[in-house]
DNA sequence: TAGGATACAGACAGTCTGTATGTCAAATGA
DNA sequence: TCATTTGACATACAGACTGTCTGTATCCTA
């Protein structure tokens, strides 16, 4: 890569770090492309060479979030010794991870009304939520679970997603341990 | 109530539902206050003096929604024999309900993102929520299940939400039917 | 090294939200 | 009943914001 495209490149992470700041602090809508530049210390042309719009930016930030947590949620799942103990432990690396203001805000407050329910579940699908239907899969291969393994996916990632935007937004600080041990509870009442 | 003000609750209901459309139809982003006004037949000077802009609008549009949803809900758990049957009924109703897509996009795609979680996690407790969390509670007095009946009507909510927008969204005719089942799964495996 | 392509700057136009002012009808009170 | 006030709405306008368009400098390539 020469001198230029790693320029280029910078600029972009550059727009997308300083997106990413703004987006979590202010919203969405109340970010304006003129404050973004400003942070990132460029102008409109550098923002609408490298994204098509302003949805564009807010899609490249989502997909660094979703990048970094499938790294932990990987690593903690892959110690486990056992397919369904892996997904346990990918759950609650999950929570960790999202519990985050910024991620919260995000991805799962701001994006699916961003990005639309389409784009939103296509890209979680790359990441965590994909990470989630193999790990019930496996786990009900092991013959550690029952049901639909789809089905049993989609109802666990609406818990967590929900349960960690609860437990964010509480003012109790024990708020996520509680959720850690609820869910818990709930996949032992599940194991066969 | 006079003349005057029962015009005047007429152009506010008016206002709603020609927002109630298209915010359905094309998101909240997307969809101009001249767009809603055209429709409506009237002009910005209705819109800023029935509300303060254009998200206390959408507020007003989630307040018709969720009292919509509250009747069935409350219709269908109270024919259920015991709270465990009235809890499962709740949901279910709660599901063919959100399923509409009218529904879904405007309370759990939009909403979050527009209202911010504190306002739109307040109005979910005034109505559907506040009813699962009772169910929960009035399930756990009886005796059905066990656990905090916080943390567990939270991921419920979650699950539903979640699911229910999945499921509408599908391109499977069936999917509301598999997630019922199992939902419904789910929560026999969680009694005592 | 000449020519083209890429990365970005800066100005500009269209659109949208919210406000400020004006107007008319209904309510109120003597 | 009539004057006055208050509320409901219309209309024009200002500010802000997004996306586009043109210009320019730098880098790559033949």
Not at 119 to 137: C, P, T
Request: hydrophobic share 50%.
């Amino acid at each position: 890569m020469g001198v230029k495209a790693q320029k280029a490149e910078a600029t972009r992470a550059m727009l997308i770090a300083a997106a990413r700041e703004l987006f979590a602090r202010d919203g969405y809508g109340a970010t304006g492309t003129e404050a973004i530049l400003a942070r990132a210390g460029m102008t409109r042309g550098a923002l609408y060479h490298h994204f098509a719009d302003k949805q564009a930016l807010f899609a490249a930030v989502c997909e660094v979030l979703h990048a970094e947590g499938e790294v932990v949620i990987e690593a903690q799942a892959d110690a486990a010794p056992d397919a369904f103990q892996a997904l346990i432990e990918g759950c609650l690396a999950f929570l960790d991870f999202m519990v985050r203001p910024e991620v919260r805000r995000i991805l799962i407050l701001e994006a699916p009304g961003v990005l639309g329910w389409d784009r939103w579940n296509e890209m979680d699908r790359r990441h965590g939520f994909g990470l989630l239907i193999a790990g019930v899969e496996e786990a009900a291969a092991e013959g550690s679970i029952a049901g639909d393994p789809q089905t049993l996916a989609v109802m666990i990632n609406g818990a967590l997603n929900y349960g960690v935007v609860w437990a964010g937004q509480s003012d109790d600080p024990k708020a996520l341990r509680q959720l850690k041990t609820g869910f818990v509870d709930l996949m032992e009442s599940l194991r066969l």
